[in-house]
Structures are given as structure tokens and as C-alpha cells.
């Protein structure tokens, strides 16, 4: 079974909007740490905004917000005032169990393509 | 400024000829370090997890013997591709942990190898 389930292969957004990219995990590990990261066409991986599964409040990172939902099993990325410059793949991720050294477990990705 | 680097960025050989690809993690010692492979338009999968003075452990399905991993020292993960075909073709990305509170995983800037 998926892990991570991205089910938006695209999403288009005018510049300047908010956009909601969907994200829903998969665990039975009650510690885990859901991860969004953006790679651009060069192909660097870019981390974007982490929620730990203990962690009460949403996570934000300037203007990346994670809607994190437990009991749905869902930790969709919310990017408010779109840039074009925000136009690349999204890939949202999960770590089971609290040691580091375990792997990360990515999504299928999302491409958003911003409009002007 | 990155704290993983990855070399060769690019790669072009021919079929049968072996290919390395170095990860060097900068100013931190990373005593694991993980390799995925990202074929185009898809996600990044988990090839194996790289330990510094032991045996790599490979993910199901993964050749151990193709792609051989050597983890010698704290800051130096190298893969080898051995005997390399067309199929072969891929971006090849390391990771390794950073941060302690969040474990987040920094990415090297991958390399895109071809197999000619």
C-alpha cells in the first residue's frame, strides 16, 4: 500500500492566489514526521516545511502552512500569495519511528505551474 | 550554502563502463547517508542506506552488486555504477540527515547520469 498519496499530478494557480496541495499518510507508527519539498527543474531538492506527529499546532514557514489533519491522515501544503517563481514539483513525505536514521518515503509529487 | 554535495552534476557514458558518483557531506559528519533514484516524471525511490564503515542495506530489488556503495569515512558516500546500460539512466540524489530536532533530510544537487 501507498505511503504517501499525492492524488493532484498538476495544479495551476494565478499568481498572487493561495493554492492547497494534497498530501494523505499512511502509518501505524504514532511517531512520524511529514515533510513538503519543492524541486525545481534543476533538480535540487528544496525543503519547504516539517510537522512531527506530536506536534499540536500546524507548521509555517513564511508563506508554507501545513494543514495537518491526524485523524484524517492528512498534511495537505497550503502556499498563499503565489509566485511564479514557486512553479516546480512538490513532493510531500514521511519518516515512521523517531530515529533519524531511518529514510524518508516521498509521494508521487505534485507539479504547480503559477500563472501570471 | 549547500551542506551536501553531490559530483559528477552530469554524466554521459557508454554501455558496459562503470560510473561513480561521490556525496560529500560539508562541515558535519553524517554516519548515514541515503541514495534514491528519480526516474523522469517520477517520484524519488529509495535505492539503499549508506553506513560509514559497514555494509550498505539495499532496498528490495535493488542490485547490490550493480550499484555498489561505499560508505569509507564520515563525510564520503560514493555509488558505483557497474557495467551500466541505457535502463540505467537516471538522476541519482544522496541525502543525509542535518537537522537533529526535525531530522530533516538535505539533499546533495543530484546527478543526472546517461547511458549511451
Known amino acids: 500500500a501507498q505511503k504517501i498519496t499525492q492524488t493532484q499530478p498538476g495544479m495551476f494557480v494565478q499568481e498572487k492566489e493561495a493554492v492547497t496541495l494534497d498530501c494523505t499518510y499512511d502509518?501505524?507508527?504514532?511517531?512520524?514526521?511529514l515533510f513538503w519539498y519543492k524541486q525545481p527543474s534543476s533538480g535540487e531538492m528544496i525543503f519547504l516545511i516539517y510537522q512531527g506527529s506530536y506536534d499540536q499546532q500546524n507548521a509555517t514557514e513564511g508563506r508554507y502552512s501545513l494543514n495537518f489533519q491526524k485523524a484524517r491522515k492528512s498534511a495537505n501544503l497550503v502556499i498563499s500569495a503565489s509566485q511564479l517563481g514557486d512553479s516546480a514539483m512538490y513532493f510531500c513525505?514521511?519518516?515512521?519511528?523517531?530515529?533519524?536514521?531511518?529514510?524518508?518515503?516521498f509521494g508521487k509529487g505534485t507539479r504547480l505551474s503559477v500563472i501570471a | 550554502g549547500a551542506v551536501v554535495s553531490q559530483h559528477p552534476s552530469w554524466v554521459i557514458c557508454k554501455s558496459g563502463t562503470s560510473v561513480k558518483i561521490e556525496c560529500r557531506s560539508l562541515d558535519f559528519q553524517a554516519t548515514t547517508m541515503f541514495w534514491y533514484r528519480q526516474f523522469p516524471k517520477q517520484s524519488l525511490m529509495l535505492m539503499a542506506t549508506?553506513?560509514?564503515?559497514?555494509?550498505?542495506?539495499?532496498e528490495q530489488g535493488v542490485e547490490k552488486d550493480k550499484f555498489l556503495i561505499n560508505h569509507a569515512s564520515l563525510t564520503l558516500s560514493t555509488l558505483t555504477v557497474t557495467s551500466a546500460h541505457p535502463e540505467d539512466s537516471s538522476f541519482y540524489i544522496c541525502?543525509?540527515?542535518?537537522?537533529?530536532?526535525?531530522?530533516?533530510?538535505?539533499f546533495g544537487e543530484g546527478s543526472r547520469l546517461t547511458v549511451l
Open positions: 541525502s543525509a540527515r542535518v537537522q537533529m530536532n526535525t531530522g530533516e533530510l538535505f
Open positions: 549508506s553506513n560509514e564503515g559497514s555494509k550498505a542495506t539495499y
Open positions: 502509518t501505524s507508527d504514532p511517531s512520524y514526521g
Open positions: 513525505a514521511m519518516r515512521e519511528g523517531r530515529s533519524g536514521n531511518t529514510p524518508l518515503v
